[in-house]
């Protein structure tokens, strides 16, 4: 019995082996690809961070992609300085660290209430909720600033967070309501059998298997949130109101000319966002692909 078996063992093994070399070009022209695409993406976060620490005169005379003989970290403070990025920054953070938390929150509940609870019209509201992906907020920039600015909120934290608020739910509410449509209704009659409100459900059952897709919905409402310009720009005239992407289009209007303070500035406004991306990004493919499925 063991003469018989021990070749055929051989005879898969060696299959699968060749199947795994026939595959071997497949694989090396994907690795080939993405090894493209990584040093596309990535060059000109490379150029903006070396130029950042070069003075005017290395720029002029030393290629893009060299590196900085003479690491020059002056350029951070003074564009920190010049371009009165304290304020702008401070100006981000609290609206960013304001709309982001609520947006997700008010998403989450009007989510489990549209996929779990019995309410009257629950289709044709979400509906209504999900036309409001359909809108580019771009087309109505002239109706907001009229309606802001009726309520005397124009150059105000509530003027500019409230827009963000309601083009910022749709998605979320959409994300969240496929992912709450899925998790088993047994889960949900077992906690109510045993006396549990829906607030209770909705806080330690739905909250703690939403995290995945929260923390995917936070790092693209961060990013957003904080890289938003075209609102900010009709909303927040006054220039002590200005968020980082208002104070670094300003700063470029004054010193274009100095290189390495401007890409400094640049790396000084991307950087929090790229690294709450990188604290959150484990959880970015997995929590899309959760919310994105559907009973």
Known sequence: MSTTTAPASATVADAGYGSARRRDPVLIGLWISLVLVAVVWIAPFVFIVFTSL?????????????????????????????????????????ITFIKVPLGLFISAMAAYALARMRIIWG????????????????????????????????????GIILPYLAFGVPYQVFILHGFFSVIPRELSEAARIDGASDITIFRRIFLPASIPVLAA?????????????????????DA????????????????????????????????????????????FVSGLMSGAVKG
């Open 54 to 94: 070069k003075t005017t005169g290395d720029v002029m005379t030393t290629g893009a992609f060299t590196p900085p003989a003479t690491v020059h970290y002056q350029n951070y403070e003074n564009a920190w300085a010049r371009g009165d990025f304290s304020t702008t920054f401070t100006n981000s953070v609290i």
């Open 123 to 158: 289709k044709l509201i979400l509906l209504i909720i999900l036309f409001g992906t359909m809108i580019p907020f771009q087309v109505m920039l002239a109706p907001i600033f009229t309606v802001v600015n009726s309520f005397g909120l124009i150059d105000t934290y509530p």
């Open 217 to 237: 919905l936070l790092i693209l409402d961060f990013v957003n949130t904080w890289n938003e310009f075209a609102m900010a720009l009709v909303i927040l005239q």
């Open 240 to 283: 002590g109101m200005w968020t980082l992407p208002l104070g670094l289009m300003s700063f470029q209007g004054q010193f274009s000319n100095d290189y390495g303070q401007l890409n400094a500035a640049i790396v000084m406004t991307v950087l929090p966002a790229t690294i709450v991306y990188l604290i959150f990004q484990r959880y």
